[in-house]
């Protein structure tokens, strides 16, 4: 686990230096690695953005839901005029991550 917690750790500012055009996958990666550093355990995309939902405030879990449909073919998600809200919440989910790898286990 702590080579998992290690590569997260060295690979979280390269996922957030570039999102513009990636904003579904951003957000489901960071909801893999929130799951994994919270409870050790890997799931899929869309599993772990379920999880997350549960943890993020009605908005942000909205948002990330959004993701999730767009991930499953359910909806054609589109970003623009989102900006705001997403920078929101990957700085929030990007902290809760950051948490729990500080935090020791």
């Known amino acids: 686990m702590a080579d998992v917690q290690r590569a997260i750790r060295d ?3 390269t996922l957030l230096a570039e999102t513009a055009g990636d904003e579904r996958n951003v ?11 919270a409870t050790g355990d890997i799931a899929s995309k869309d599993v772990a953005a379920e999880w997350a939902k549960e943890q993020l405030a009605k908005e942000d879990a909205a948002l990330l839901d959004y993701a999730k449909q767009g991930y499953l073919g359910k909806v054609v998600d589109q970003w623009q005029g989102k900006q705001g809200e997403f920078q929101a919440l990957i700085c ?6 950051e948490t729990c790898l500080a935090t020791p286990h």
């Open 27 to 37: 957000l489901l990666t960071l909801s893999r690695m929130w799951l994994t550093v």
């Open 11 to 13: 690979s979280l500012p």
């Open 92 to 97: 929030s989910m990007r902290q809760s991550i």
